[in-house]
């Protein structure tokens, strides 16, 4: 019986940053100072000597090409990865590497100067040059066939800090937007080598011009240990002067690390922690659970090439098949909220607040797929195609392997309602094992 598909691009975003105190001292930790501990009294006003964060991620890999791991998650932050821009928190493009930008040719060109006379360097300290500026275009664009910058088509070097990048279709701003974070510079006396840089796990492989450092590695305790290159980085202070990222096997194990102090913090990029959690870190003393407006959402990814997803009435079946006060609770908890119909987020900008929140109406649902042919020919309890040939619709939840339990809940509720209006479904667990498959 063929099956069609159904996925699901179940997509969320950071909503909790979890912020403590720690119970440990610096030897207790089992990792090297940057510097001596300061002496009560003595330590710098705002100056943390270490900072210790918790994460749901292994500590392998680790290399600037992978985005994956705690090494990966630390490096959306501009960590030890030095990027071209960063964004402040108004979401504005700002100056880091590239310290000036000038769009010409109606956004055919980018004129941009980079930091390399301001004595950056490289981790292992080599100097950051132009050259390493032009090699990451060349490295992104025709091995790692990463799409950040695949509108850039060519690169000019005008001078020993300034080149001209040459933007297809006219999409320079939208290449300034994916520079900032997401392109991270590549030392070119490193990689240049290398014939699969995808695969490159070297020792160098973790060598940045971030402002920190990665100095230690305790595979066996799980932990990494950071320091920073200096006080100032790109003229802005680096008040935190070294940072150990231990990872957790669950976020149970993490929640109770934050709890007891074995942790400052805890972070993951977009994997908040489940809402049950919730109760273990409020009104907890030394623990702020820094609840914010998430500024993500979840969806539902239709396949448009076969049958019956490729049909608008069949989708729009689908949505009013669905329990949408079970999915937001299953999804945030008491928090969970029911979309409306337009696909920005309450927190987001643009936001429509005038549009009707989603309501589950199956009479609907099945009164439209009725119209629209899909009717259950044989009285076996499951609708047929139009053109009366089986129908068994494919469910793919999205792979995490932090979330699988949630994804999962998610594609069984969205089974069982379909089926509740006639619509056979199963469930592609293939993909929740299998990255890979998925």
């Not at 000597?49 to 990966?72: M, N, Q, W, Y």
């Not at 100056?95 to 301001?118: C, H, V, Y």
Request: with cysteine; glycine share 10%.
């Amino acid at each position: 019986m063929k099956k069609q598909v159904l996925s699901l691009l179940l997509a969320g975003a950071l909503t909790l940053g979890l912020f403590g105190c720690s119970a440990q001292t610096p030897e207790e930790s089992g990792v090297p100072q940057s510097a001596p501990a300061q002496t009560e009294g003595t330590a710098s006003a705002g100056v943390v000597e270490e900072l210790k964060i918790g994460i749901c991620k292994e500590v392998t890999p680790r290399t600037l090409a992978s985005e994956s791991g705690s090494f990966g998650r630390m490096n959306y932050n501009a960590f030890c990865a030095g990027t071209w821009l960063v964004r402040d928190e108004n979401n504005e493009m700002q100056p880091n590497l590239m310290t000036s930008w000038e769009i010409l040719d109606k956004g055919s060109t980018i004129r941009a100067t980079f930091a390399t006379d301001q004595g950056i360097t490289w981790h292992d300290g080599e100097p950051f040059t132009i050259d390493d500026v032009i090699f990451t275009v060349d490295l992104m664009n025709n091995k790692l066939k990463s799409g950040y910058l695949s509108k850039i088509t060519g690169v000019e070097k005008v001078d020993d800090t300034t080149v001209d990048f040459q933007v297809a279709d006219g999409a320079a701003y939208f290449t300034l937007g994916n520079s900032a974070v997401f392109v991270r510079m590549y030392p070119k006396h490193i990689w240049e080598g290398i014939e699969d840089p995808s695969g490159y796990t070297g020792e160098d492989a973790v060598i940045g011009c971030g402002p920190y450092k990665l100095v230690q590695v305790d595979e066996e305790a799980q932990t990494m240990h950071y320091e920073a290159v200096g006080e100032t980085y790109m003229g802005r202070a680096l008040t935190v002067r070294s940072v150990t990222v231990r990872s957790y096997d669950s976020q149970d194990a993490l929640v109770m690390a934050l709890r007891t102090g074995e942790v400052d913090a805890m972070y993951d990029y977009s994997n908040p922690i489940s809402p049950t959690m919730l109760p273990s870190i409020s009104g907890v003393d030394g623990v702020d659970p820094g609840k914010g407006m998430n500024m993500g959402l979840f969806e539902i990814l239709f396949g448009f090439q076969k049958q019956p997803t490729d049909d608008l009435e069949f989708r729009r079946a689908v949505r009013y098949a669905l329990n949408y006060e079970l999915l937001a609770t299953t999804i945030g908890g008491e928090d969970g909220q029911v979309p409306g119909e337009g696909i920005i987020s309450p927190a987001g900008i643009g936001y429509d607040d005038s549009l009707p929140k989603l309501v589950q109406d199956q009479e609907q649902a099945k009164a439209i797929l009725e119209a629209a042919g899909y009717v259950d020919t044989d009285g076996d309890g499951w609708r047929e195609r139009p053109d009366g040939t089986p129908m068994d619709v494919l469910v793919t939840p999205q792979y995490n392997a932090t979330k699988a339990a949630l994804y999962q809940r998610i594609a069984e509720i969205i089974v069982t309602n379909l089926g509740e209006v006639g619509v056979k479904c199963t469930l592609d667990e293939e993909s929740i094992r299998n990255s890979d498959h998925e």
